[in-house]
């Protein structure tokens, strides 16, 4: 059972920002909750890297979009969902499925048009498939943005 939970709907061995949109409009995704740190950036880093924000301006103009992350900090989590003017979550305690019902309650879309993107397995694609959404494993981002490895 846990094997059907931690696999990604795509697992796209690529860092979010190559993310084609077409592809997500082909599975049918209208809302995207995104992960933070590794997803959008370097858990160790406070600059968001202008790849990631110039995929995350275009995508806000396509989809509804919701932060969710597992960090307790909520100034870091609010500095990052301010400066994207994206509403966010933190302490989500991923893979708890609460705050994430939660995020979708407020979505208000049907749960097939929602995707939750991250950088992990046991949270972020466990979360999602625990809630019944599509999920997109991302590469984490290095401290400069780029993938790692």
Same mark, same amino acid.
């Given at each position: 059972?846990l ?15 190559k ?11 209208k ?11 370097? &858990?160790? =880093?406070?600059?968001?890297? *202008?790849?990631?924000? #110039?995929?995350?301006?275009k995508?806000? %103009?396509?989809? $509804? ?10 100034? &870091?989590? =609010?500095?990052?969902?301010? *400066?994207?003017?994206? #509403? ?5 305690? %991923?893979?708890? $499925?609460?705050?994430?019902l939660?995020v979708?309650e ?5 749960k ?8 992990r ?29």
């Amino acid at each position: 059972m846990l094997n059907s939970l931690t696999k990604a709907d795509w697992d796209s061995n690529l860092p979010i920002y190559k993310i084609a949109h077409s592809k997500l409009f082909k599975k049918d995704i209208k809302c995207l909750l995104l992960d933070v740190d590794g997803t959008l950036l370097n &858990r160790n =880093s406070v600059k968001i890297p *202008e790849t990631v924000k #110039n995929w995350i301006l275009k995508s806000k %103009k396509l989809f $509804k979009i919701y932060l969710i992350s597992n960090n307790p900090s909520e100034k &870091r989590i =609010s500095r990052i969902g301010e *400066e994207l003017g994206i #509403n966010y979550k933190f302490k989500a305690l %991923k893979p708890s $499925k609460k705050c994430t019902l939660e995020v979708i309650e407020i979505m208000n879309e049907e749960k097939s048009n929602i995707a939750i993107i991250g950088d992990r397995i046991l949270t972020d694609v466990l979360v999602g498939n625990r809630c019944k959404i599509q999920t997109i494993l991302v590469k984490k981002l290095n401290k400069n943005g780029f993938p790692l490895k």
